[in-house]
Nanobody, 115 residues
Framework: QVQLVESGGGLVQAGGSLRLSCVVS????????LAWYRQAPGKERELVAFFNRVGTSIYTGSVKGRFTISRDNGKNTVYLQMNSLKPEDTAVYYC?????????WGQGTQVSVSS
């Protein structure tokens, strides 16, 4: 059974930075299948960053140029470095597969950005 555990969220002021971590336990084909999603209050969950089939990072929407997804195979961990945070980045952030069926969802990590 695969388990995803997200951490690293918190409360920051606009313009600040956070680094989120997603530790994977259990077997998955490669960390490259993982992505970061977020869900803001009253909104649907959205894809934020992922790796394409050759491992290149892809970003969606307003996070381009501010967020960086990376992975450490030795630690079975995927990261999301978030810089220049904005109040509209406030959400619960999750990691999960970007391809095929979803893995069991973790509890997520709350990111709150004050203006």
């Amino acid at each position: 059974q695969v388990q995803l555990v997200e951490s690293g969220g918190g409360l920051v002021q606009a313009g600040g930075s956070l680094r989120l971590s997603c530790v994977v336990s259990g077997s998955i084909p490669t960390l490259n299948i993982l992505a970061w999603y977020r869900q803001a209050p009253g909104k649907e969950r959205e894809l934020v960053a992922f790796f394409n089939r050759v491992g290149t990072s892809i970003y969606t929407g307003s996070v381009k140029g501010r967020f960086t997804i990376s992975r450490d195979n030795g630690k079975n961990t995927v990261y999301l470095q978030m810089n220049s945070l904005k109040p509209e980045d406030t959400a619960v952030y999750y990691c999960n597969s970007a391809y095929g069926s979803s893995l069991p969802w973790g509890q997520g990590t709350q990111v709150s950005v004050s203006s």
